[in-house]
């Protein structure tokens, strides 16, 4: 799998492999199956950078991005994944005295995007 981001987000390379997913399903599935530090440390070093990265990321029309950028988009919507979990609920992987999550699945969840 190449993992190579654009150069200025090359320092987010480390967590291409978990994280660059290109469906919903398979964001929340990772959510799910990461600890709250795996979760903690990724939102951590992204969050900061989501303003460049939505900057760069706007040159581009959403059907035609490089694959670099392609692969900086999907990782990008795996903070929006995790942002909750860490912003609110404790680091926890899912949400707090609610239903079982994982019995819904996305209708559109497995699209590309």
Sequence with gaps: MDTSL????RDLERFVQVW????????EAARRASSAQERKE????AVP????????????????????AQRLLHLTLSVAEIAPNVELYKGSA????????????A???DRKN
């Design 49 to 68: 950078r989501l303003a460049a990265i939505i900057d760069y990321l706007n040159q581009f029309p959403l059907g035609s991005m490089p694959e670099d």
């Design 107 to 109: 209708a559109h969840g």
């Design 94 to 105: 899912t949400v707090p005295f609610s239903f079982e999550e994982s019995r819904f699945v």
């Design 6 to 9: 654009p150069e200025a987000f």
């Design 20 to 27: 660059s997913l290109p469906s919903q399903n398979q964001r």
């Design 42 to 45: 990724f939102y951590g070093a």
